[in-house]
């Protein structure tokens, strides 16, 4: 047993003073710790109270203990006395855990996954995290009725105390936080002479002499419980938040259940949220809409904040009204709601997940926004990313990287000698399911590492199935299992091919060996075929069934693949586009594409629309080339993200356009809608002057984000982006 006398890095000293060599128990005791000794506050102003994530040492709801050597060493730097201790703790923990990002570097992936990370082909496993516990739990049957449940499906499992023991000890930190937020509110109660809050910490005096121990008895008390629990957990995603607090908002007094709504969403804010849902249909198709849902939309519009993450679900039964509330906070430039088809995505679960439709109908999102089912499953996170356009560029190249190595492509055949197009086409889709397995394989790689080195217990006894089978969150525990693997650069992949078909194999205005040496050159001497295909029409977004055909049949062909591919975790693979931050990166790591793109520049498909700024025809055609996917093949989050100037948008034949725009685009057979509402003028003079557009919001991928905090290359991808005019 070590004994440390720094007071510093609580959950790493725990876990390396823990007599048991078992990783669940050593878990076990730095989350108690955690919760014994992390800072904790109150907000007086609006009586939310934040349980803290402890740093540089704690438990990551997705990548388990950390201590990271070079975050420690930089800490330290603040605390001589304790300085080279706890620069050794934190290299005690490095020896012990094999799931951080250098870990997995060194043990865990091939030199092939690593050349596919480094090259923007694919990537995986990395990041395990979101999903979207049942904190409200923890308010609804409090500490004493969470344990009552552990033991009695401990009896049914004999043989796994453990993994019982470890969820009932950890059931203990929400107590233990429980009594030291009322201690730190009545400490704070003794000096303080304002009124108002004076009330807010009486509240949380008031109720944490009963909770979390026992239920909460309205939405105060709730939103208090919740936001610890939450924020003790790691800041993720609220889930179906209209749903399973509705009982508490409807029974308790408006003036109340508003300044707590309020005050949440300052909380939410504050600590960067993911994703909330309201809304959507039950299993027999029954609207769900309730006032706490208007009220969000409500509050979305007050606030005007780019957190959390809010979704929206739509159905055949969705309230007009509901849609206009939606079109009122998207008008103020949040870029929220994002707006979900329960049509197609309910569809996508069943058909191809094998999820009925009672379980189905309770999807929500998380994160930026991958599909997750509230309270039942492990399978809403970013499991890994592939790049098409990569995978096209080495069908061009017979898997050649772009440094002139070998070895990460396939060998699928000497562009040259292709005589057809299928050929090509061929080559193509080889490349891609090369790349599609690789970012399997490295998830999967990862998921094994992570059953045994992060498994977590803190979400266990929260999320249904894993109390049931005495099984672990990260190894299987869950009720579904699947995984999501994220597509990048769709429409550059369906251009360049279209690019080729068209002016190699059929009008043969160019040889594939002058295309080869273009390519290579980046273009440098043939400017004319470089213009032709950069001003091209035929680009994927303007209704034009040459190349929406082939941006189709290889997507789709991708999805169904995922789908064959099952998961470490005990399920499936299935696709989406969402690509967060990243779109620019793998921009940056293709080549020259016949689709126009030269080397070097970072500008590339965001979402599943265009290539930005190639989508020429109006959104009418634009929905039409994406509604040429089958979306219920996505089980992810299959963005597309639309920009409006805000002008018109904002204008009476705006207003008038929005709802028939999204009703059109879902009855079409559409997943998923984002919205930016901006100028391009705002957008240039932002890039100039940022302090004086310090509010303006963008989305990027499935999240919104203020335009200033992005880096220069998004901050382009997002500019060209086409302006939608009704």
């Known amino acids: 047993m070590h004994e440390f006398k720094t007071k510093q890095l609580p959950f790493a ?16 005791a730095g989350i108690l710790a955690s919760a014994r000794e992390t800072p904790i506050k109150i907000n007086k102003i609006t009586g939310i109270c934040d349980g803290g994530v402890e740093a540089p040492s704690g438990y990551f709801y997705g990548t388990g203990a950390f201590c990271p050597v070079d975050w420690t060493t930089e800490v330290a730097k603040n605390y001589p006395d304790d300085e080279a201790e706890m620069i050794e703790i934190a290299k005690m923990m490095e020896s012990l855990l094999r799931h951080d990002d250098s870990q997995l570097d060194k043990y865990v992936y091939t030199p092939l996954m690593l050349r596919a990370r480094r090259e923007g082909l694919a990537c995986g496993g990395n990041w395990v995290g979101h999903a979207v516990p049942n904190f409200i739990d923890i308010a609804d049957m409090g500490t004493v009725g969470l344990r009552e449940k552990i033991e009695r499906f401990r009896a049914l499992n004999p043989g796994k105390d453990t993994f019982y023991d470890a969820c009932s000890r950890v059931t203990e930190a929400y107590d233990i936080l429980g009594k030291r937020f009322t201690a730190l509110a009545t400490e704070m109660l003794a000096d303080e002479s304002d009124p108002e809050a004076r009330e807010n910490l009486q509240r949380v005096i008031d109720t944490f002499d009963h909770a979390p121990e026992y239920p909460c008895r309205d939405f105060a008390e709730a939103v208090i419980v919740f936001a610890v629990a939450f924020s003790f957990d790691g800041i993720d995603s609220p889930g179906w938040f209209d749903q399973y607090m509705y ?14 709504l309020d005050g949440l969403w300052e909380f939410f804010h504050e600590t960067r949220a993911w994703n909330l849902t309201i809304s959507g249909s039950d299993e027999n198709w029954n609207d769900l809409t309730n006032d706490l849902s208007y009220a969000i939309l409500e509050i979305t519009k007050k606030k005007k904040y780019q957190t959390p993450n809010l979704t929206m679900r739509c159905h055949r039964n969705t309230p007009v009204a509901l849609l206009e509330a939606a079109y009122e906070a998207v008008s103020t430039g949040c870029g929220l709601p994002a707006i979900y088809n329960d049509e197609i995505v309910c569809c996508a679960l069943e058909e191809h ?16 926004n991958q599909i997750d089912i509230q309270g039942k499953s492990h399978m809403g996170l970013n499991d890994g990313e592939m790049s098409v356009a990569k995978a096209v560029e080495f069908a061009l190249t017979n898997g050649v990287s772009t440094d002139g190595k070998e070895g990460l492509g396939l060998k699928t055949g000497d562009p040259r000698e292709f005589t057809s197009f299928d050929e090509l086409y061929s080559a193509a889709t080889k490349q891609i399911e090369h790349a599609a397995a690789i970012a399997c394989d490295m998830s999967n790689a990862c998921q094994k590492v992570y059953a045994e080195y992060a498994q977590n217990p803190m979400r266990s006894p929260l999320i249904e199935g894993c109390l049931e089978k005495g099984i672990d969150y990260k190894c299987g525990g869950p009720v579904y299992n699947h995984g999501q693997i994220l597509i990048e650069g769709i429409a550059n992949a369906a251009d360049s091919l279209a690019a080729i078909k068209k002016h190699v194999f059929e009008e043969k205005r160019y040889t594939m060996a002058e295309v080869l040496d273009a390519l290579e050159k980046n273009y440098e001497g043939y400017d004319e075929m470089y213009h032709t295909f950069k001003n091209s029409p035929l680009k994927f977004g303007n209704d034009i069934e040459y190349v929406d055909s082939i941006a189709a049949d290889m997507i789709d062909r991708l999805n169904r693949y995922f789908l064959t591919v099952d ?9 989406g586009c969402s690509p967060f931050t990243n779109a620019p990166s ?17 500008t590339i498909a965001d979402s599943i629309g265009a290539t930005p700024g190639c989508d020429t025809n109006g959104p009418t055609a634009l929905i039409n080339s994406c509604l040429s996917f089958d979306h219920s093949l996505a089980g992810s989050g299959f963005i597309l993200n639309l920009k409006f100037d805000r002008d018109i948008f904002l204008s009476e034949g705006g207003k008038s356009a929005f709802i028939p725009l999204v009703k059109r685009y879902f009855e ?14 705002e957008l240039r003079d932002a890039q100039i002057n940022p302090e004086a557009h310090k509010d303006l919001i963008v989305r990027v991928g499935g999240y919104s984000d203020y335009f200033i905090n992005i880096s220069k290359s998004l901050q382009e991808n997002v500019i060209a982006r086409t302006g939608i005019k009704f």
């Open 586 to 602: 793998y921009g940056s790591a293709l080549g020259a594409l016949p689709n126009g793109k030269k080397r070097g520049e970072s």
């Open 353 to 368: 997940l094998g999820i009925p439709p009672k379980d189905s109908h309770k999807y929500v999102m998380n994160g930026c």
């Open 567 to 575: 998961t470490y975790r005990g399920g499936k693979y299935s696709g």
């Open 13 to 28: 000293r725990a876990f390396l003073s823990c007599e048991s060599d078992n990783m669940l128990e050593r878990v076990v």
């Open 668 to 681: 079409g057979g559409g997943q998923m809608l984002t919205f930016t509402v901006v100028s391009e003028a």
């Open 247 to 260: 009982r508490y908002w409807k029974n308790t007094d408006p003036d109340l259940r508003m300044k707590y």
